[in-house]
């Protein structure tokens, strides 16, 4: 397909390069010669051409209207001027429906097979299908034939030349677009700046719980210090206090054992009275 547009694309400099030392019969043979190359399928250099548009108003006029509808416009437009413009030949009608065919993919991407039969007036599913495929091949339109469905589903198509007074309605279409996209653009920039301050919240919260967190982990730090401080005892001191009785447990003790004494001595004297 790249090899095949490189050609395509120094032929049609030939052409233009040719048609600006043409006059008269011979630039009107050469616009015919245009419409039944194989690959070219725009003409608007060839139009704006000086000479080219001094055809308008000379006996060659049916070869400037031909050029200006395989410019411009379809099949359909051919067939209801034929009778005031050049037969075309059969690779010129090709051509020609090929444009129509783009026209229609402007307008929907999914073309029934009636509406194509119709408007390029062929006779059969196989004359319209053998078209499509010469179309592909020929790098004009990409797409798939639903024969199930009967339609042409379009992907790609080529653009088409752009009249004069078409280009005002472009303008705004396109100055439409930007103002659209500006307001899409300023919805974006809004959700950002709120993305971009939750953000910030989110961070300054962090850093909020990292801090208490930090105070609260050096607060249990001093104290788990302060409590082992004052439960941490000498072992020798600990031992010692284990072997010796606190103060007045000795004195209570001694007590005990002196009424214990008492006790027995008076035993004894009661059981010696006795005896």
Known sequence: MAAEGKVTGQSQEQFLLLAK????AALASLIHQVLEAPGIYVFGE????PAVRELADSEFSPVFRLLTIFAYG???DYLAEAANLPPLTEAQKNKLRHLSVVTLAAKIKCIPYSVLLEQLQLKNVRQLEDLVIEAVYADVLRGSLDQRNQRLEVDYSIG???????LSTITR???????????VLSGIEEQVSRANQHKEQQLALKQQIESEVANLKKTIKVTTAAAAAATSQDPEQHLTELREPAPGTNQRQASKKTSKAKGLRGSTKIWSKSN
Not at 46 to 49: A, G, I, P, T, V
Not at 160 to 166: L, M, V, Y
């Open 46 to 49: 060839l139009l704006d051409m």
């Open 21 to 24: 030392a043409a006059r008269g």
């Open 173 to 183: 279409t396109l100055q439409e677009w930007c103002q659209g996209c500006e307001v």
């Open 74 to 76: 379809t099949y359909a």
């Open 160 to 166: 088409r030349d752009i009249r004069r007074e078409e």
